[in-house]
């Protein structure tokens, strides 16, 4: 088993076998045509010339296109790991809505509780952006980018009748005496609904399988401005962080399996049979040999963050379930990342155990307040292709000198940053090889890389 | 299935079947005899005077019966819950002993690995104080009480030949080209040791129920002192703080059913099985009623930290796995802790549903430096009869004040300290009542109270 499939393990993927569509091709049609994020607005021949494996052209939206909040954008497709470029990205608002329970325009929606009177406040708008990466086939990204904002819509509309009784005037009394909801904020609630969003948008793809070809898997990450606070929900290594002019704050977690250790652990633990025969739960210092058996050696099991010692035996010698290979933790010797939608159908090489049980769509969410600190401050999201050879410190370097040299009012110039954050990763091709090589000369990034670069404050 | 057992529920009992020990007396010895912690060096007459549940009398160590490092003790048995105080103690020294291995003395032991020649350090002296909270029979928490710390002795000694090379003069060479040991530190192999004897302590109590009757379960909270660091190892919800003159630090988490709410959520929703028919793993707001089916209501789903919505159904009519029951989270309405030893033959009231699948014997374990900080400092520990009645900060301000008023000479000072908690915690008979009061007027523990005291510098 051991090895088996270290050769097979491209060090550009977040899949061991690189290329390999999971779903086989077959007679299903796809639900949505594959093409790079609408609010880039390109044509077939555009799509096709962002397709450019060799050029690697860095694509930002044209000039009349301006995202919401003046948000800049730039992507490259990868230096040759697949054919397309499988990370995709959505920019939206939309409103939570009073009315239309209050007239009884969605006549179909029960009603949570009736909605208190009066009030200012008749919409809450919600600013959504998302990066999504996929990996193993574009299908599953290219679905999330189309139809995860209108979960979030739906899930936000319906607790709209909790929030719009928090926020408005009637606030505290009703609050508590009419929904025993002491401990229901509006944050929990914007929460609840991105996780239960995320949850129904892998479900949807379970269902639609049935109909479509829905290839791969992807990781998502998602920033939401709502009511003067920044939500990020992420479920995958695609990372936020925020930078002021002095320093730089990571906003989500990497979920890699060696992130979800504990997580992972304990549920092949309660279920063995989801990790099969030739995995093991326990972890070792080093590779356990046939020579090993019958001596001492260092382990640790689940739920075990310590080092401790047993005699080995036979069943030492199977692989970890969560392993490092070519410099990742892998889950399996298969996938680098724990959270996500799709990849139903992913298995371990060569054998019948799935990944998907032990995978989750639910995302981690963190709450920003945006009243203070964000006077010069940007909100940077980027797909793993940035970070992989990018350090935090060294994109906030790269914004505010970008922004240094360019006019307060120039509203492209949060393209400018996202373009050279682009670039510096993607490098220059080296001449004559299948490399790429950033200017301090280590090797450039040959991902996929999509990178978002929204102002938070109004100093910037 | 709502409210049937909440009748049973007693505020006072971490258990909601108080008084019912858990396996029914038959015939099969008890592998030890009931006792009061062996420092205390109390003869059968004296352990029957601490078990006046009218009287409460406050037990401290004789004076020549010193703690190590000088720590105080002090302990009260509950005003009526159990007939016996089901709290116990121990305070121990030993060695983690190069020689043994060297001269072959342990010849039935496998190395590891040779160890280094050379390096003063022949034995490193490890100091272990440990509270065990026992619920539903004492037996479970006399046997670790006897038992743990030699556990922890052997665990320490099996990795004594890395301990010792970390340790030693020989350090970083040998450390890293012989054991492949880069990221192995002394005080992961010492968590380790923690983590694996507090496995061991558990599973030992099930192989030896097959031969001695081991009723009831244990919270156990242990503090070690080794080469210049503080572990506290935390399983269950006795509790740990530090604190000198300003401030306090609590240095472990109660791992009650609330706390622990993601892990026991994910193994339930692995193995659903485990809480059967009456239990969900679903959270809601309120208590779901047959009204509301068909309706809309406010629920969270296991892994979701927010709150979302769904159409109530008749699972929803089920009781929450978790759920707050006289003001303390219980797992299916039966324990309030959810990590420990023993509770093999728990069951939930009237069904076939054991509850040891969903608790866990694995500690938490925290490490701290013993290098600074702590000139003044001291370490309380205590089960959570003192906890439940005396906020960290009111424990801080007495400590402190009873200090002052003694001479710094006095080796009894920390069990004057200790012995003023536990009375201030318990509190004085109401006249004519079965109950205690603080001097504040609320009510005193009605529950063991345990509490030691230990000094951490020199200069307390």
């Known amino acids: 088993m051991w090895g088996k499939l270290q050769g097979a393990i491209d060090r550009f993927s977040k899949i061991a076998q690189p290329g390999e569509e999971q779903e086989a091709t077959n007679s299903k049609p796809r639900k949505f045509t594959y093409g790079r994020p609408e609010f880039l607005q390109l044509n077939d021949d555009e799509v096709q010339v962002c397709q450019d494996i060799y050029t690697r052209p860095i694509i930002v939206p044209r000039d009349e296109m301006l995202l919401l909040r003046t948000a800049g954008y730039a992507e490259v497709i990868n230096g040759g790991k697949s054919k397309l470029n499988e990370d995709q990205s959505t920019s939206k608002q939309f409103f939570i809505k009073k009315k239309s329970v209050r007239n009884g325009a969605a006549s179909t929606e ?9 009030g200012p406040m008749n919409e809450i708008p919600v600013t959504y ?76 793809i379970i269902d639609e399988k049935q109909n479509y070809t829905i290839s791969g898997g992807c990781a998502v990450i998602v920033a939401l401005f709502l009511l003067g606070k920044l939500y990020i929900a992420n479920a995958g290594d695609c990372r936020a962080i925020y930078c002021n ?57 689940p739920m075990m963050t310590g080092w401790s010692y047993k005699v080995a035996d036979e069943d030492d010698l199977k692989v970890p379930l969560i392993f490092k290979l070519g410099g990742k933790s892998r889950l399996m010797q298969t996938i680098g990342v724990s959270r996500g939608f799709g990849d139903h159908d992913l298995r371990v090489f060569d054998s019948r155990i799935y990944l998907k049980p032990l995978l989750s769509a639910v995302p981690e969410v963190k709450v920003f307040d945006l009243k203070s600190n964000v006077e010069d401050a940007v909100l940077v999201m980027a797909s ?15 914004v505010y000198n970008v922004l240094n040299q360019s006019r307060k009012d120039d509203p492209k110039r ?9 670039m510096q990763a993607r490098g220059t091709p080296i001449h004559g090889m299948n490399g790429w090589t950033k200017k301090d000369g280590t090797a450039g990034s040959f991902d996929d890389i999509t990178v978002l670069v929204i102002p938070l404050g109004d100093g910037v």
């Not at 949060?414 to 682009?422: G, M, P, R, T």
């Open 129 to 204: 952006f998302a990066i999504f990466d996929g990996h193993a086939g574009p299908d599953a990204a290219v679905m999330a980018s189309k139809l995860l904002h209108k979960l979030i819509e739906e899930k936000l509309n319906g607790v709209k009748d909790f929030i719009f009784e928090i926020a408005g005037p009637t606030k505290g009394q009703l609050g508590e005496s009419k929904h025993d909801s002491k401990s229901i904020s509006i944050h929990s609630l914007v929460i609840g609904a991105l996780e239960q969003s995320f949850i129904s948008m892998d479900q949807q």
């Open 384 to 398: 793993d292709g940035l970070w992989d050879v990018i350090t935090t410190e060294d994109v906030r370097t790269t």
């Open 245 to 301: 002019k002095k320093v730089t704050v990571q906003l989500s977690n990497d979920m890699t399996p060696h992130y979800e250790r504990q997580r992972i652990m304990i549920q092949a633990m309660t279920r063995p049979e989801l990790i099969g025969e030739d995995f093991t739960y326990n972890e070792y210092t080093r590779r356990i040999t046939r020579n090993d058996i019958g001596k001492r050696i260092l382990y640790r099991g």
């Open 110 to 118: 029960i009603p949570l509780e009736p909605i208190p009177d009066g």
């Open 414 to 422: 949060f393209n400018a940053v996202a373009q050279e954050l682009v």
